[in-house]
């Protein structure tokens, strides 16, 4: 039976497979800390990244003040494997979600999560009041400070703010605004001038209902894209950065190459029929998102990939180049990290080639 | 616990979830049968779109000669669930893969597969040796039709027949060609008449192979793009079509409405707090494939649907329209099918919203 074990070659395993360089993961996390502590920030990474309890206890464990997932799900995969000091940093709403807030608040007292209306604060509030849970739970204000996803407006916080307080259940401890729009942004002076102006808006909300008498100890925001520009604006006091783990194309475009790809997907020429220059490799959509513009073959310049399906993909190259054969291995650099990541079943985390660990993705797949 | 029952309606599932219309689909199930069995070819679907061994029986049972996969851990699964009529339609290559097919051959005798080198059939010969087995494989050469993925060029076709017949422990049963670049023409006329030219290059094929002695019986081609043309096309004895049991807005695009969309991605506007004409739901990138573009709203005329990362979309409306409530329920069609039902862990089949039937994506992720 095929059952990869630590200790086994990289070379032994079947592809598709999903493989993490320990050397270059540890030294991403490393500088991640080194230019992030001394602003004094707490570092909630974005576990919707890694899509792992493991691997957010080694970030924990090097330093994190917990971490944020996006979803309910991913934050009940999370708690039940002991990382349970958890932001949902997506609104909560509608009768089939909310009892599973409330469920997993009674045994994990530590959640919180983000409300951006009345009407979602009212009914989580009246959920929590049903469910005979004394505790109130803690909420941050999702704030749009430019992305226009979710996140009320500025002028609505103070309104979201005095209505929550008038709530028996829900206790304000923060404001939340992500730039994502500003993530990608691949001219580094453009994506700080608009990431300080989109931090003006969060650290201006967050003064006015200090203000007003809120006691708001939580400002979180950013990501890997814009984490150390938000970490030195006065009155942040928390930053979310996921993706720079494992990087992807698309972060390096943009963010450069202080982090460096750790994670690749490892493929095989399956198929070298066709014409010069071009083999195919066993890896398609299945496999690498295309959201993000298209996978790029690792260590190989001159050498494009094009996805030709679910299951398939095309190298072709211009230059002169030694041929592929039959049975090549290729390791492909994701476009986008997190989508591709949730592809897979398992990392396979190796240290110059020995496999060391194997992870599954345990939040694979929880999109609710 | 959150834990959705048949019996229960739609509206107590949490989203976002897959949802199948069962009227629907066992319609398009109904339709394909009527459409392709007065043509006299086998139809073997191409079980990639749906991943499922319950819906594999329930084709088998309405007709379909067993199924197809794309790759060896797909088969693996299937067999072991009882479907084991099984054609794997991409070429099994590398010292990781070889020793699993032999494995699952050991136990499943009628698996077929795909070649279309004489290194891979002498890879797969000499591993079937080693291991002792004396009946040999069923292959089918794997004949570029005009797709450029996979597939030997017509004329390497016989010397890889003569090729597999020196060797002992494979089988040459038939001849594959995948059309797969004419699935998706838009022009019903360009798509029928480009189809009926690669066919002519599958069935001059077969007809040579045949001429040199070699007994082919299976001559095995299209999807659900063309798979009405494939087999009107003499010498063709089966065919693939896979998507036409879900439909997707891509496949509809081109084929018309024909089938229906069966399958839907429920969602829940969870924040609208931003301008008017726009409110966010809860499905992104990890719920709704975008390599096909953007996925629609169902039955929702001038309503566009965004994807903002992901776990999040717009809808977005310029016409007058009643606005959605927060927490308002959304059905959303995929644009591609395949790798959205990917992306997803059940499929809830409903009858009129009550749900009679929940089904594992059992072959999700399996990619190897």
């Not at 006691?215 to 950065?241: L, R, S, W």
Request: a negative charge.
């Amino acid at each position: 039976m095929y059952d990869p074990k630590p200790g086994d070659r990289l070379s032994s395993l079947d592809t598709p497979s999903m493989i993490v360089d320990l050397d270059i993961m540890e030294e991403n996390i490393r500088k991640l800390f080194l230019l992030l502590q001394p602003t004094g920030v707490s570092i909630r990474p974005h576990l919707k990244t890694t899509k792992s309890p493991i691997l957010a206890k080694k970030l924990i464990a090097a330093g994190a003040k917990g971490g944020c997932v996006a979803k309910l799900s991913e934050a009940e995969v999370m708690c039940a494997e002991g990382v349970d000091d958890i932001l949902i940093t997506c609104e909560i709403v509608g009768p089939a979600k909310v009892p599973r807030l409330v469920e997993l608040f009674r045994k994990y007292p530590k959640i919180q999560t983000v409300v951006d209306s009345k009407e979602g604060a009212s009914a989580i509030d009246a959920a929590l009041k049903a469910s005979g849970i004394e505790t109130p739970i803690q909420v941050l204000i999702d704030l749009d400070v430019g992305l226009h996803r979710t996140g009320v407006a500025p002028e609505a916080a103070l309104p979201l703010a005095q209505h929550i307080a008038k709530l028996g259940h829900l206790k304000l401890i923060g404001v939340q605004g992500y730039e994502g729009h500003l993530q990608h942004v691949h001219s580094r002076e453009q994506r700080e001038k608009e990431c300080r102006a989109s931090m003006v808006i969060l650290s201006a909300t967050a003064t006015l209902l200090r203000e007003e008498g809120f006691d708001i100890q939580v400002v979180t925001t950013g990501g890997t894209g814009t984490a150390e520009f938000c970490a030195t604006v006065p009155g942040i006091t928390e930053v979310q950065p996921g993706s720079f783990i494992f990087m992807d194309s698309d972060y390096r475009n943009a963010v450069g190459t202080y982090f460096s790809h750790s994670l690749t997907i490892l493929s095989t020429v399956i198929s070298k029929s066709g014409t010069e220059r071009r083999v195919t490799i066993d890896a398609g959509l299945k496999s690498l998102t295309t959201d993000s513009g298209n996978a790029e073959p690792k260590d190989m310049p001159g050498v494009v990939y094009t996805p030709m399906g679910d299951e398939h993909g095309w190298l072709t190259w211009g230059v002169e180049l030694e041929d592929f054969p039959l049975g090549a291995r290729v390791e492909m650099i994701p476009s986008h990290i997190d989508p591709t990541v949730n592809l897979h079943d398992f990392y396979y985390a190796h240290r110059k080639g020995v496999i060391e660990e194997i992870w599954p993705v345990a939040t694979r797949g929880k999109v609710q």
